[in-house]
């Protein structure tokens, strides 16, 4: 057992140290490597790849980099027998594959039935239709990817200028959008999370100060990804470079492994925690993951605007949020037991693992510092007049000024420009959509259907609630989710008669909790089962089971908390 833990501490050791060279330049590795890397002279007629020495494995880099810098290219040396001076060229790319044939035709199929084969309704306007059927054929190819989401989002932008069915400059306006730069900004503040090492401490204390138990344990890393939620705004952030790493090290040091029948001893419980807690961690606070940005912005496009935003968010979140936060690891702890009860070395393999972190590092209080700067701000923001996106362009120029981060860790963030591109245009397409009366036509028809069926509006509200969480088997993507669907469950809320700021902030719930209940529903999804603790038919049951117990927990303290609050 001893001799897992200090495997475990030294693991972690290296690990920081592999992300803090990941971000040096190459000339800085041969002076801290212990061996160089080996040169062979150049011999006429050859081809030589010169190749740094791999880090030596570890548990900890063994796992998916999240926040890994673009790769470098590769650097072929030629010689001749009549000059030896070595020629550096690149080694050329691949040939893209370009997109899949099916789900391209299945994708174009649906905006083409819309536009040319369903008789256009009176109420609408030709430019309103077309726009509707480039719109749906855009949400197809996000669910059915005949090419990277990016890609596909920029397709569905040029054929909507092509067609002269939006302008240029329209098409665009989305992208000067506030929250979408708060959101990009957010990848960059995980990154500096990650790069630092604070999110890593973070949770080492908490595994040190609760985890004498397995079910203490659980509770630490629980209360830690809580803690760290409103500065860290990415639940694939977390899961890949902060808790996934610590399960494994505690896993493997109670001899619980991956893929194999001891992984039940500790490992599959902690995952199954861990990824069932986050949805509700994430559900706590507005800046605590992307897409609740992107719903309340959604939301005031159609009207409904919820004043002092991160406050109001918390205040209806949180009683129903901490309850079930609470709840998680003691009914899973029932529901699916670890085999291994409690677990008396980890705190100590903890206090191990801060010692060889060291004292907490300049870049790591920088980071509080900011964090706390940019919390406060969010808060206190609408009564200061700073908006929320200027106090992260805040945050952000603080850690570049002070080295935390370099403009190469932003630029090398590819799933934050990936996001500013087809956020981007699902915003500014779903609002032109409501601007030329699409969302008002859709909502009206839904109103006449409702009411044909008698049903009040706490009825409506919890079958609209009901179908938009269920739908969400359907996707892979919680942004794409509330890209494809948020503005129209809401539009459908709000004809039934529900209270605005009720509807939306409920969906958006929604959005966070239903992230756990497949292996393919959200970034930390593919993370915890990419680990090889869980079987796939246990993530599916699970994943169900705990619906099941979000929705009754967030049903039952929601309805009376939120009558408190006044939100109806």
């Given amino acids: 057992m001893e001799s897992f833990a200090l495997s475990a501490t030294t693991t972690a050791f290296s690990s920081r140290i592999s992300l803090h060279l990941r971000s040096r330049p190459l000339h800085h590795l041969s002076s801290l490597s212990k061996s160089p890397p080996s040169i062979t002279s150049p011999q006429p007629h050859t081809t030589l790849i010169s190749t740094l020495r791999s880090p030596p494995h570890s548990l900890l880099n063994s796992r998916p980099l999240l926040f890994t810098p673009l790769p470098k290219p590769t650097h072929i040396v030629r010689a001749t027998s009549t000059n030896k001076d070595a020629i550096t060229e690149s080694e050329p790319k691949a040939q893209a594959s370009g997109a899949k044939l099916l789900p391209l035709i299945l994708s174009l199929s649906i905006g083409l039935i819309v536009r040319f084969l369903i008789p256009k309704p009176l109420e609408v306007t030709l430019q309103a239709w077309q726009l509707l059927s480039i719109f749906l054929s855009t949400i197809a190819g996000l669910v059915l990817s005949p090419l990277p989401v990016g890609a596909w989002a920029f397709l569905g932008l040029t054929t909507a ?81 902060v808790f996934l790493p610590i399960i494994k090290s505690l896993s493997l040091s109670a001899g619980s492994k991956p893929g194999d029948p001891s992984a039940k001893k500790l490992g599959s419980y902690l995952i199954q925690s861990q990824f069932q807690s986050a949805g509700n961690s994430s559900a706590l606070f507005l800046t605590a993951a992307a897409q609740n940005l992107l719903c309340l912005k959604l939301a005031e496009e159609l009207g409904v605007i919820v004043a002092n935003p991160w406050v109001s968010w918390f205040k209806a979140a949180s009683l129903p949020a901490l309850v079930a936060l609470l709840l998680t690891p003691l009914i899973l702890y029932k529901l699916y037991p670890p085999e291994i009860k409690d677990t008396p070395d980890a705190p100590a393999m903890a206090a191990k693992r801060l010692d060889v972190m060291g004292p907490v590092t300049k870049n790591e209080w920088t980071m509080v510092g900011t964090m706390l700067l940019a919390v406060t701000l969010w808060v206190l923001g609408d009564g200061i007049g700073i908006s929320s996106v200027v106090a992260a362009m805040l945050g952000l120029s603080i850690l570049l000024l002070l080295g935390v981060l370099d403009w190469d860790d932003c630029l090398s963030e590819k799933s934050a420009w990936d996001t500013l591109a087809w956020f981007a245009v699902l915003v500014g397409m779903a609002g032109q959509l409501t601007n030329l009366g699409i969302v008002g036509w859709m909502s009206g028809c839904v109103a006449k259907s409702l009411q044909s069926f008698s049903l009040s509006w706490p009825a409506a509200f919890v079958a609209l609630q009901a179908s938009y969480f269920l739908i969400h088997y359907l996707f892979a993507s919680q942004t794409g989710h509330v890209g494809a669907l948020y503005s129209a469950f809401l539009a459908m809320h709000l004809a039934s008669g529900v209270p605005g700021v009720l509807a939306a902030l409920a969906l958006a719930y929604n959005t966070n909790l239903f992230g756990a209940l497949t292996h393919y529903s959200s970034g930390q999804a593919a993370v915890y089962f990419g680990a090889g603790y869980v079987d796939l038919p246990d993530v599916f049951k699970v994943g169900f089971v705990m619906a099941i117990v979000n929705a009754l927990t967030w049903g039952v303290v929601g309805t009376f908390w939120w009558k408190f609050l006044g939100l109806y």
């Fill in 161 to 241: 200028i092509l067609t002269k069915t939006l302008t240029f400059t329209t098409a665009f306006s989305a992208f000067t959008n506030e929250v979408i730069w708060l959101i990009v900004i957010s990848f960059f503040f995980a990154r500096g999370f990650v790069k630092t090492g604070l999110g890593d401490r973070i949770a080492t204390y908490f595994v040190k100060w609760l985890g004498k138990s397995t079910l203490g344990l659980s509770y630490g890393l629980t209360l830690s990804e809580t803690l760290i939620a409103p500065a860290m705004p990415s639940t694939t952030a977390r899961a890949g470079g």
